[in-house]
Nanobody, 119 residues
Framework: QVQVVESGGGLVQPGGSLRLSCAAS????????MGWYRQAPGKQRELVAL???????NYADSVKGRFTISRGNAKNTVYLQMNSLKSEDTAVYYC?????????????WGQGTQVTVSS
């Protein structure tokens, strides 16, 4: 079983920056695909950024050039550096860890951290 914990949310001004942190623990896998998702009230959860076990990355078009996902030194830790934040970035951000076994994906989710961008 994989446990996922994220942190780093808060209130920031438009144009400001914030860094989210995530750690996946109690995993038997050496490396996991990990990603950040967000969900605003009344909206569907959407992918923000992901980094694969091979360290390739993907970003939502809305955050390209502003957000950066990266791995920490510890196994299965990941960060999301958010720059030039906009009001539309306001959402609960969730960290996701994905394990694959025999062609099937298993997703583990953190509890979420609130990001609010407002003046």
């Amino acid at each position: 079983q994989v446990q996922v914990v994220e942190s780093g949310g808060g209130l920031v001004q438009p144009g400001g920056s914030l860094r989210l942190s995530c750690a996946a623990s109690r995993s038997i896998f050496s490396r996991l695909d990990m990603g950040w998702y967000r969900q605003a009230p009344g909206k569907q959860r959407e992918l923000v950024a992901l980094i694969t076990s091979g360290d390739s990355t993907n970003y939502a078009d809305s955050v390209k050039g502003r957000f950066t996902i990266s791995r920490g030194n510890a196994k299965n830790t990941v960060y999301l550096q958010m720059n030039s934040l906009k009001s539309e970035d306001t959402a609960v951000y969730y960290c996701n860890a994905r394990a694959s076994f025999l062609g099937t994906n298993y997703d583990y989710w953190g509890q979420g951290t609130q990001v609010t961008v407002s003046s």
